[in-house]
């Protein structure tokens, strides 16, 4: 599919709705546009029955104007170069948006990873970063990569390890990516970062009561309706957190096929069905559907396509009966069908601000690693004794006295965790508010994704006017 509908045009689709309502100098809007560097590679890997096989893989830094560049890195059998600047493009838009420092980058390798070893895949892996560190495409201040579809801590502990013993003097290092695992320098938190972020990000679209209103919905989370697409790192997570706060999960879809129960799926029970039968269909009490793609269709309140790009296309965006989609992975959506939903009243929460969880918690990570201390360990013992002290001042005034469990619960200091989560969701919330504003500066005339594709340009802008590049 994403080899018929090219994934950059729809990214820059949807970058010129926006530039259109801004004033830049058109030779500004044209640089921030481009993708800067690509650089492509085929190297060669020796399989575990002594063959060489040759891999294709690219690495995208699609802007310089913040450094160090940022994105993910994907295995996938359809990877392609328009792909991944696509979503390195994407990844600049998303820094900007959620005011994360970083320039947007993206990496893909041309595997399908499941017809390789664990030893073949940490091959691929520690070949692919000596060629990204070979052409200066990875480090602290250069390129930070991250997991994407395809890859996780295990592939972000190989590339550290490899980075690391290429540069023994680099003090910093362990901040060449992120998504590690804790044990090797990662962040509590990142791994269920995106799938909050999603949480977060819907929760606060649902919270406007006017908004609501003329989508025929009540405000919050609870009792609402969700289909799910992809239960991977993203998909899953999301699920979880919508489950936690109430929402009703009526359909999942896996690449193997959809499963659907309007009176609720259990996600835990279907992971475990998963695991046990390699299979989310034939679970007890669901129906399963005909094709996979089925479940994008099911009447639902939040869809959450969570696998991959160009699944809502013009061909199916008719047949959509959700109220909300809320885009977990990137691209999900064609520029002409996110155009058909939002005529037909349907609200699109875009790519580019709900999935930016995972970046905002990579972004936390590489200043842990910068910072080399965990966050939480300076603070976290005197913040106790503080709250500790106000707690006895009001027993003294109030003659109330409170049990050892009550002043541990109000009164312990934070975790790592409990600050990153408390960033992201400032993020989430912070961000959201920064669409609507700008939306409305625009007379509420730009769907959600115009508006925050306009937020992402003008801080773009600015940044090279700080750099004096543009007047
Ligand atoms: P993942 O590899 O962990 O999971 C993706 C899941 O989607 C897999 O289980 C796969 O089997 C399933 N899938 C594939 N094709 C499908 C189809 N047609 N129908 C239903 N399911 C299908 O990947 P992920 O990290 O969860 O990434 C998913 C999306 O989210 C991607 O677009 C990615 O770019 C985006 N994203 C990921 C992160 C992150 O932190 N991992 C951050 C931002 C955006």
């Not at 100098?25 to 800067?36: A, D, M, T, Y």
């Not at 580019?352 to 013992?381: C, D, I, P, Q």
């Not at 409170?402 to 961000?431: C, K, Q, W, Y």
Request: hydrophobic share 35%; aromatic share 8%; proline share 4%.
């Amino acid at each position: 599919m994403s080899g018929e509908i090219k994934f950059f045009d729809q990214v820059n689709a949807h970058f010129d709705r926006a530039a259109a309502y801004t004033k830049h100098p058109k030779g500004l809007l044209e640089q921030i546009r481009e993708c800067n560097s690509v650089y492509r590679m085929a190297f060669p890997i020796e399989k575990d029955d002594g063959s060489i096989e040759v891999i294709l893989a690219w690495r995208a830094e699609h802007s310089q104007h913040k450094l160090p560049t940022k994105g993910g890195i994907r295995y996938d059998w359809r990877v392609n170069e328009d792909e991944v600047k696509a979503l390195s493009a994407l990844m600049t838009y998303k820094c900007a948006m959620v005011d994360v420092p970083f320039g947007g980058a993206k990496g893909g390798v041309r595997i399908d990873r499941r017809k390789y070893s664990e030893s073949e895949l940490e091959r691929i892996t520690r070949r692919y970063t000596y060629e990204l560190f070979r052409k200066g495409f990875i480090g602290p201040a250069v390129d930070v990569p991250a997991p994407d579809y395809g890859t996780g801590p295990k592939e972000m502990s190989w590339i550290a390890d490899t980075y690391q013993a290429l540069t023994q003097e680099d003090v910093n290092g362990l901040g060449c990516v992120t998504g590690k695992p804790i044990a090797q320098g990662g962040v509590r938190g990142r791994k269920e970062a995106t799938g909050r972020g999603v949480y977060f990000g819907t929760r606060e679209a649902c919270s406007h009561a006017g908004d609501m209103a003329k989508l025929g919905l009540s405000t919050g989370i609870e009792g609402k309706t969700v289909v799910i697409q992809g239960l991977g790192n993203v998909g899953y997570y999301a699920a979880k957190f919508f489950s936690e706060a109430g929402a009703r999960l009526v359909g999942l879809a896996e690449y193997e096929g959809a499963i659907h129960d309007p009176n609720g799926l259990d996600i835990e029970k279907v992971m475990a069905h998963r695991a046990e039968t390699k299979s989310i269909l034939d679970f007890p009490g669901a129906k399963n559907l005909a094709k996979t793609s089925d479940a994008l269709e099911l009447e639902c309140d939040i869809l959450i396509p969570a696998a991959l790009e160009n699944q809502i296309t013009e061909e199916n965006c008719d047949r959509v009966r959700a109220k909300i989609v809320g885009e977990a992975a990137n691209g999900p959506t064609t520029a002409a069908a996110s155009e058909r939903l939002y005529q037909r009243g349907i609200m699109v929460i875009p790519d580019m601000y709900l999935n930016a969880g995972g970046v905002t918690v990579s972004y936390f990570e590489w200043l842990k690693n910068l910072s080399h201390v965990r966050f939480g360990r300076m603070e976290k013992r005197f913040e106790e004794r503080a709250y500790r002290k106000l707690l006895q001042a009001v027993q003294n005034m109030t003659g109330k006295t409170l049990t050892e469990d009550e002043i541990r619960g109000f009164a312990s200091g934070p975790s790592e965790e409990d600050l990153v989560n408390s960033g992201l969701e400032e993020t989430m919330v912070t961000s959201y508010e920064r669409i609507r504003e700008k939306r409305a500066e625009h007379g509420d005339r730009p769907d959600l994704r115009t508006a925050a594709f306009i937020v992402a340009i003008d801080m773009i802008a600015v940044t090279y006017g700080d750099l004096g590049i543009f007047p």
